[in-house]
């Protein structure tokens, strides 16, 4: 029994650190480019640049719903340490990249491997936990995620203390290490009815049947939406907020990177911490308690960015930053508690693919533009310009998100 009740937090543990070095080792690039440009001269390009760093988004992206499908119908325990073995072992390789090519293909794979994560970890996480724990769960799990953003930013300090290359060599090899690790004491959650099923064959066929129900719900199309948008901040903010902080900071990206995202990362930690807690007490009193908690964090993130954007002072970029973090951290908590309000655990991982899936798409395409921006500088009012999307994503989410229940069952 005492067991039963460790073991989810275990699990919470377990994935913290695949968490982070999930992110970080796709973050590190964005911090990386000064070091890398010498010896790779189309690096020197930022639109160059932003287009290795959204090759990995749209590949990702296009894998997301895939990933969801392969995590509800397989073992979701072998499909995370498969995910977290492959894109280690890219991240090593690609400190023996010596081309332009060479990397995007690379950056391409890992674009692959990683997405089959989210889906799997977030949905294993939610079947672990309760109403009472599950917006928590949720968020000490992402702190994982803002952790490896922050060690990420590191990828500068360690590149030009050592080599771009040697970072990512051994970046690589503590991710291989770990997966073993994750053989030996990850388990998957066993439902009773859920197993049962699964020995018939004839209960694949209804996947598609659910699916093509939720997509004819206006919540569906809702849901997305909330995902989505704010994505166009949140990915702006792990690609390009060095470069941001380095241009209006006047400081060096070996400093303007760590700085940014140690930043983000304690901002965003606090913030996600909150608002599982904030949640989990509010639903109890509030079907709207999740949804409310989400919208006042997009709400921070309004004045966030229009001090990013604009300020030009260390006061208001850092303020802007960990305002954002925080607002955003509470938003992140409760994307896979609101989903298990609208869906059953038989598709919850399918969904939110297909919600990763608008996401990361949405983040491809502020990526690829304020790499344009930047070069024409323009990248901080293109910054700032995104509040007015994120106000109005709230206004929709607010009128339309109307859950009947606490947790959807099957």
Same mark, same amino acid.
């Given at each position: 029994?005492?067991?039963?009740?460790?073991?989810?937090?275990?699990?919470?543990?377990?994935?913290?650190?695949?968490?982070?070095l999930n992110y970080m080792d796709r973050q590190m690039l964005s911090t990386m480019r000064d070091s890398m440009m010498v010896d790779i001269s189309e690096l020197?390009?930022?639109?160059?640049?932003?287009r290795l760093m959204a090759v990995f988004l749209w590949i990702y992206g296009l894998m997301s719903p895939v990933a969801g499908f392969i995590a509800d119908r397989l073992n979701r325990k072998w499909l995370i340490v498969g995910s977290l073995?492959?894109?280690?072992?890219?991240?090593? !390789? /690609? %400190?023996? $990249?010596?081309?332009?090519?060479?990397?995007?293909?690379?950056?391409? !794979? /890992? %674009?692959? $491997?990683e997405a089959l994560y989210i889906p799997a970890g977030l949905s294993l996480i939610a079947d672990y936990h309760t109403n009472k724990t599950r917006s928590l769960a949720i968020g000490i799990h992402m702190t994982g995620l803002y952790t490896g953003q922050a060690i990420g930013g590191f990828g500068a300090t360690v590149a030009a203390a050592y080599s771009w290359k040697e970072t990512f060599h051994w970046f690589g090899i503590v991710g291989i290490i770990y997966s073993i690790i994750?053989?030996?004491?990850?388990?998957?959650?066993?439902?009773?009815?859920?197993?049962?099923?699964?020995?018939k064959p004839k209960e694949k066929a209804p996947v598609f049947k659910g699916l093509g129900m939720l997509v004819a719900n206006v919540w569906f199309w809702v849901i997305?939406?909330?995902?989505?948008?704010?994505?166009?901040?949140?990915?702006?903010?792990?690609?390009?907020?060095?470069?941001?902080?380095?241009s209006n900071l006047s400081i060096d990206m070996a400093q303007a990177g760590p700085l940014s995202t140690i930043t983000i990362a304690v901002s965003s930690f606090i913030g996600v911490i909150a608002g599982g807690i904030i949640s989990d007490r509010w639903i109890h009193r509030n079907l709207r308690g999740r949804i409310y908690t989400g919208a006042i964090g997009l709400g921070l993130t309004i004045p966030s960015l229009l001090l990013l954007g604009f300020g030009s002072s260390f006061i208001t970029v850092i303020g802007?930053?960990?305002?954002?973090?925080?607002?955003?951290?509470?938003?992140?908590?409760?994307?896979?508690p609101i989903l298990c309000q609208f869906v059953s655990s038989k598709y919850r991982a399918t969904v939110y693919g297909?919600?990763?899936?608008?996401?990361?798409?949405a983040g491809a395409f502020i990526t690829d533009f304020l790499g344009r921006s930047s070069d024409s500088g323009?990248?901080?009012?293109?910054?700032?310009?995104?509040?007015?999307?994120?106000?109005?994503?709230?206004?929709i989410q607010l009128l339309c998100l109307r859950p009947k229940v606490a947790n959807m069952e099957d």
């Open positions: 029994m005492e067991e039963k009740k460790i073991y989810p937090w275990v699990v919470v543990g377990l994935l913290w650190m695949v968490a982070l020197e390009s930022a639109a160059n640049f932003g073995f492959v894109w280690s072992a890219v991240t090593l !390789l /690609m %400190g023996y $990249s010596s081309s332009f090519s060479q990397l995007y293909i690379l950056r391409a !794979l /890992m %674009g692959i $491997s994750l053989i030996l004491f990850l388990r998957e959650k066993r439902i009773p009815a859920v197993v049962k099923n699964l020995s997305l939406l909330y995902f989505a948008t704010p994505s166009l901040p949140g990915w702006a903010t792990k690609n390009w907020l060095p470069t941001l902080f380095s802007g930053a960990l305002c954002f973090g925080l607002g955003y951290g509470m938003f992140d908590a409760n994307n896979m297909l919600m990763n899936m608008t996401g990361v798409f323009k990248l901080g009012s293109d910054f700032a310009m995104l509040s007015i999307l994120v106000f109005f994503v709230i206004c």
